[in-house]
């Protein structure tokens, strides 16, 4: 059973508009929730976290929010820019164990 | 500095053969994972280890796959037999976390693995 979900496989964005990605969970022992970047044949990259105990973490063009009463967090990319085409992975964590959703394939169009 | 180390990049092989995937963590990362991406069931933890030890291997699928930490600078995940439903790509990842904390996962490019 799939414990973090990204209910929308793909996005497709202007250059220069905010591209916006939404993730699900339904285990409230998670304590911290990431964001992966990933281009084609490469791993997984760190985006950007944040702790349960927040509801907002802002990195330059990136900003998490988490609603941990509606058990949902959203990325704010803006302005998206092209080189932010890829698949972006919502992650959350209990201790050690990080579980992934499936994944948003974003589309940066010129 | 160097990334987390992962060979090979590709691997295409026969049912029934012995696959070694290997991995080299991040100098000084004391915690270890093996992940596997598939279309169906995306990226799923295989197996944790910290400090050298196996902590959880409850995602390793069945008794075909293994894995071994012989030090802190080499991993290896062993299928065998090998089965054409165990192609994929199998992520190794490193990070200094600890068992109750949290931190950033840093992935290798993983391996790609074809099983005909």
């Known amino acids: 059973d799939q414990q973090v979900k990204q209910n929308s496989p793909s996005l497709s964005v202007q250059e220069g508009r905010i591209s916006i990605l939404n993730c699900d969970y339904t285990?409230?022992?998670?304590?911290?929730f990431l964001w992966y970047k990933k281009y084609p044949a490469e791993g997984p990259t760190f985006l950007i976290s944040i702790s349960s105990i927040k509801d907002k973490n802002e990195d330059g063009r990136f900003t998490v929010f988490l609603n941990k009463s509606a058990k949902h967090l959203s990325l704010h990319i803006v302005p998206s820019q092209p080189g932010d085409s890829a698949v972006y992975f919502c992650?959350?964590?209990?201790?050690?164990?990080?579980?992934f959703g499936a994944g948003t394939t974003v589309t940066v169009r010129a | 500095d160097a990334g987390v180390i992962q060979s090979p990049r590709h691997e295409v092989t026969e049912m029934g053969q012995e696959v070694t995937l290997r991995c080299k963590p991040i100098s000084g990362h004391n915690s270890l994972f093996w992940y596997r991406q598939t279309m169906m069931r995306g990226l799923e933890l295989l197996i944790y280890f910290n400090n050298n030890v196996p902590i959880d291997d409850s995602g390793m699928p069945e008794d075909r796959f293994s894995a071994k930490m012989p030090n802190a600078s080499f991993s290896t995940l062993k299928i065998q037999p090998s089965e054409p439903r165990d192609s994929a790509v199998y992520f190794c990842?490193?990070?200094?976390?600890?068992?109750?904390?949290?931190?950033?996962?840093?992935f290798g490019e993983g391996s790609r693995l074809t099983v005909l």
């Open positions: 990842a490193s990070s200094r976390r600890n068992l109750g904390g949290t931190g950033e996962l840093f």
């Open positions: 992650a959350a964590s209990e201790a050690y164990k990080l579980s």
């Open positions: 285990n409230s022992m998670f304590d911290y």
